[in-house]
RNA sequence: GGAGGAGUGGCAGAGUGGUCGAAUGCGGCGGUCUUGAAAACCGUUGUACCGAGAGGUACCGGGGGUUCGAAUCCCUCCUCCUCCGCCA
């Protein structure tokens, strides 16, 4: 969401910078119409409002000095039903206003490349090699179905595509993943652990900014509540509402969640394996900054989920999304993709993007820049993955596998599996 | 699920129809004193919106209503607490 102040003061620079987004149209000009109206209206109705308020005065004090005051009475009656039209047309204006800038996305940063889709993100950096084979890579279903610990055919049959079962080794893989991952980020990176709920209301998803356009991406449950499609929306909203001293941020929190979303508008695409799964399993970072903290955050954040992959050996390369990839609420996003020998191919396993104050507004998150000063400003938010875990569990799979279809489990994974080093068929 | 109670400023907590945006305490900020600090004392301290400004308007959990006038009365929803029942 946007400073109606900032569109009315720089009209020119705002459409230009929404239409770096492929789709987007000026819209400036429509929005100061609305809101020129809207101030207008709320102008007239409060002047009404304070001719109303010297009234009950008047009224108040003629009556304790035992006065009579039918007349006054009679004259403010008058004025209420023309009030009660002003407001309303106020409260009108305003949810109007809402309605249209709720619905617009986040401005690109002016360094981020404009393009129409994945084609024009660009590579920034790369790590690691990938590994060369001397028998043909199997891809992580093959290599899991092989091992009897990965089962398609049962989760269809007790909830459908786009579900799976794991079992034995790879169950105890993918919670010893989740559970190094937590550690280093506890432990080393300065999160705080989150156990979060996983069913919000209406306005945690707006707060994010998930509602209310995305709504058909999303579970809903019969009690209204929609399950969360990222923990990123329970750990920014945790300081929805609130005003916060400058000297408490930043904030980082992490947590690990299952993700549900309905892939709605994916259908056909990646439909074997796990890689797009209704129900997936993610460790999610999110930081709520200062306007001056947040692009050094963002590096931050990113080096932190890098560093997950390198230290699995897992080879990675970062890539910053164009104007035409990135997600509603970003104002810049890096992708972060593991190598897939099952694939041959780079794919995403982890997003960190900034957001500006863009989810703050919506929310309603504030801070106190220096605490003699009377100022407020919205915090700034991060999300990022560190790491998405079922896609991790399926590089390991991909990269470490033997020729006999056994796995080799990464060292810094051993000590959580029971000091084991190799599943095998 | 049943019966009660409560939601007020950063926090605690008073206020039951008019001069209440709201006492008081804590905390914050500024100052006096002090070599410095602490203590003590004095002052100050909500947010958002409208307005060029003067100034104005709104907000006492959310929404609605009664009234000339609502933190205060009524309706409704939400949340929390206590007791009982049930239960992972």
Redesign the pocket.
Known sequence: MFD??LIRENPQEFDTALCRRPGQSPIADAINTLDARR?EA??RA??I??E??A???Q???A??RGEDISDI?AE??KS?KKQARLENEVVNATQKMRDFLSSLPNLPLADVPEGHGEGDNVELRKWGEPRHFDFEPRDHVSLGENLRMMDFETAAKLSGSRFVMLTGGLANLERALANFMLNVHTRENGYTEVNPPALVNDDTMFGTGQLPKFGDDLFKANTGHWLIPTAEVPLTNILAGH?VEADTLPRRYTAMTWCFRSEAGAAGKDTRGMIRQHQFTKVELVSVTTEEQSLSELERMTSCAENILERLELPYRTIVLCTGDMGFGARKTYDIEVWLPGQSAYREISSCSVCGDFQARRMNA?YRPD??G???RFVHTLNGSGLAVGRTLIAILENFQEADGSIIIPKVLRQYMGDIEVLKP
Request: no cysteine.
């Open positions: 109606t102040k101030r709320q102008t409060q002047k409002q304070t109303r308020n009234f009950a005065k009224i108040g004090a009556k304790s009475v403010v009656s209420k005003l504030r605490k003699s009377k100022h407020t």
